[in-house]
């Protein structure tokens, strides 16, 4: 079993900058590829960012790219999500998940998932 535990969301203006992270417990962290999802209100919930069990692969959703940065630290349990250059459609809850098996952009491919934290961009 892997619990997961996001922070760090909030309220900030469009251009402004948030870093998300994910605390987790429970088995051998460097064996999951982490991922960050997000779900905005009447929307499915999408692929933001991935990054491998030893953190030398990433992988961004096109909107994001050049604006976030995700990166983990396995000393630490932890996996981030850095986000500059924010806009108000990046508005959503935002999730992380893991899963055994790589890097995938589909919610199926992972089994363990946090319980989000809202990100809100105002105009």
């Known amino acids: 079993q892997v619990q997961l535990v996001e922070s760090g969301g909030g309220l900030v203006q469009a251009g402004g900058s948030l870093r998300l992270s994910c605390a987790t417990s429970?088995?051998?962290?460097?064996?999951?590829?982490m991922g960050w999802f997000r779900q905005a209100p009447g929307k499915e919930r999408e692929f933001v960012a991935g990054?491998?069990?030893?953190?030398?692969?990433?992988y961004y959703v096109d909107s994001v790219k050049g604006r976030f940065t995700i990166s983990r630290d396995n000393a630490k349990n932890t996996v981030n999500l850095q986000m500059n250059s924010l806009k108000p459609e990046d508005t959503a809850v935002y999730y992380c998940?893991?899963?055994?098996?790589?890097?995938?952009?589909?919610?199926?491919?992972?089994?363990?998932w946090g319980q989000g934290t809202q990100v809100t961009v105002s105009s």
């Open positions: 998940a893991a899963s055994r098996f790589g890097v995938a952009t589909a919610t199926g491919e992972y089994r363990y």
């Open positions: 990054i491998s069990g030893s953190g030398s692969s990433t």
């Open positions: 429970g088995r051998t962290f460097s064996n999951y590829a």
